[in-house]
């Protein structure tokens, strides 16, 4: 069996498990999964977390532990952080999965991780000229690019900033301003940008924009 008709037969399978399965329901798995590895950091060794749920120079880079990039995107240790994200969630998620199905809704937020970590990664390695990369963990760069997706293609769109109704589409500028403005305090804005424009490419390649 090729590779590609492997990859299409795995593709298969597991759309037939999680599509069909009831309103949100993709949404309602990645809001559970970070609710339940939040009440990991409660319940279980710290130091499993710290090597498996954070991303950082020591697990991503040194120990290889690459996937890391992706369970840090579940891991939150304030419940305000986890509170927000799971709002950016449920507001946004649904969009992507009534428009493409839960298994796209899925794709996106690992990448919005990925996009997360490759920013982070420009920040230190780049940027700031080799750099430690220090702990990063939460849904943020995933809920960005879950944010950018409906944006780009919904900006005018009403969301609310806390109680103020504004377009999306002045949300969502500024994400990217922020970004080029680098870290300030213990928020990764490039880390968020990365997110965001995984949101955004990812709009546009569903769209047929991008010839492969």
């Keep these: ?7 299409r037969e795995f593709k298969w399978k597991l759309e037939s ?3 069909g399965r009831g309103d949100r329901y993709m949404t309602k798995v990645l809001i559970s999964t970070n609710i339940g590895v939040f009440l990991a950091w409660r319940f279980l060794d710290e130091r499993f977390m710290w090597r498996h749920f954070i991303m950082n120079e020591r697990n991503t880079i040194r120990e290889r532990r690459y996937y890391t990039i992706f369970t840090s995107a579940f891991s939150h240790i304030e419940p305000i952080h986890l509170l927000f994200n799971c709002l950016g969630i449920w ?3 649904p969009h992507v999965e009534i428009a493409l199905g839960s298994l796209s809704l899925l794709n996106l937020y690992f990448l919005g991780a990925l996009g997360g970590f490759m920013g982070v990664w ?3 390695k780049r940027r700031y000229h080799g750099a430690m990369i220090p702990n ?5 760069a995933s809920t960005t690019a879950l944010f950018m997706y409906f944006a ?5 769109a009403t969301v609310y900033v806390y109680i ?3 377009p999306a589409i002045l949300l969502a ?7 080029v403005g680098g870290k300030q305090g213990t928020l990764s804005h490039s880390g968020h940008m990365g997110g965001g424009i995984m949101g955004v490419l990812y709009y546009f390649a569903r769209r047929g924009f991008f010839k492969f």
């Design 152 to 156: 780009v293609g919904n900006p005018w």
């Design 91 to 93: 507001f946004f998620g």
């Design 17 to 19: 498990l999680v599509e």
């Design 122 to 124: 420009w920040e230190f």
């Design 173 to 179: 500028i500024p994400i990217f301003f922020l970004g």
């Design 136 to 140: 990063h963990l939460g849904a943020s």
């Design 164 to 166: 103020f109704p504004v």
């Design 1 to 7: 069996m090729s590779w590609r008709r492997f990859f």
